[in-house]
């Protein structure tokens, strides 16, 4: 079975530019999670998709912002990029909006790097 | 605010030296603790969820528990291949996310 898949694995940008994440959950889990995660620290959460709506924003920019299809995969878009948004970018999607039910399966996550 | 504080920050171990990491929080309303593994430029991987004070899980050389202030990972006769970081987080109440602790390093010396 195919895990949680994230895109691109590695991606370098410029102060200013955009980007755009991807990540295709375990076939039949809903519900799709967006973390940040600098080194040396734990995941912080930014956002949380259950059945195409918005059900959860961390404390982070209108710079992030998130969406999720049909096919309950999601893109995660930054804006306006600073250095600080260097970072792991991980994805984790679970079957159900409630976590304290279900697990959470995490991706490999996306390295953003911008200079 | 909720909090989630794991200490120690680092731990080196040698081979077959048994040790605990723990993990103490200040929240509302806990709903689940869990602790997941986390490899060098890889994802976190679940280990254990605990929903209440007394509540034990084990897995291989792992074993979890919870008290209403604190968790622990045991790790009994750890292996060179048990270095990773441990990573404790928390689900609060009123929130469908998850707080992380900034995790231990940890190190088995063959």
């Known amino acids: 079975d195919a895990g949680v898949t994230q895109s691109p694995t590695h991606l370098i940008k410029t102060r200013g530019q955009h980007v755009t994440l991807r990540c295709s959950p375990i076939?039949?889990?809903?519900?799709v999670s967006w973390y940040q995660q600098v080194l040396g620290q734990g995941p912080q959460f930014i956002f949380q998709?259950?059945?195409?709506?918005?059900?959860g924003r961390g404390n982070f920019p209108d710079r992030f912002s998130a969406r999720q299809f049909p096919n309950y995969s999601s893109e995660l878009n930054v804006n306006a990029l600073l250095l600080g948004d260097s970072a792991l970018y991980l994805c984790?999607?679970?079957?159900?909006?409630?976590?304290?039910?279900?697990?959470?399966?995490f991706g490999s996550g996306t390295r953003l790097t911008v200079v | 605010e909720d909090q989630v504080t794991q200490s120690p920050e680092a731990l080196r171990l040698q081979e077959g030296e048994s040790s605990s990491l723990n993990c103490s929080y200040t929240?509302?309303?806990?709903?689940?603790l869990f602790w997941y593994r986390q490899d060098p430029g890889k994802g976190p991987e679940f280990l254990f969820t605990?929903?209440?004070a007394g509540e034990e899980k084990e897995k291989e050389r792992l074993k979890a528990t919870l008290t209403k202030k604190e968790s622990f990972l045991h790790i009994t006769a750890p292996k060179p291949e048990d270095s990773a970081t441990y990573l404790c987080?928390?689900?609060?109440?009123?929130?469908?996310?998850?707080?992380f602790g900034k995790g231990t390093r940890l190190h088995i010396l063959p």
């Open positions: 984790a999607s679970s079957i159900g909006q409630r976590l304290y039910n279900y697990g959470y399966t």
């Open positions: 076939s039949g889990h809903k519900s």
């Open positions: 998709y259950y059945e195409k709506e918005e059900r």
């Open positions: 929240v509302s309303g806990l709903r689940g």
């Open positions: 605990l929903y209440s």
């Open positions: 987080a928390v689900k609060v109440d009123r929130d469908d996310k998850i707080i």
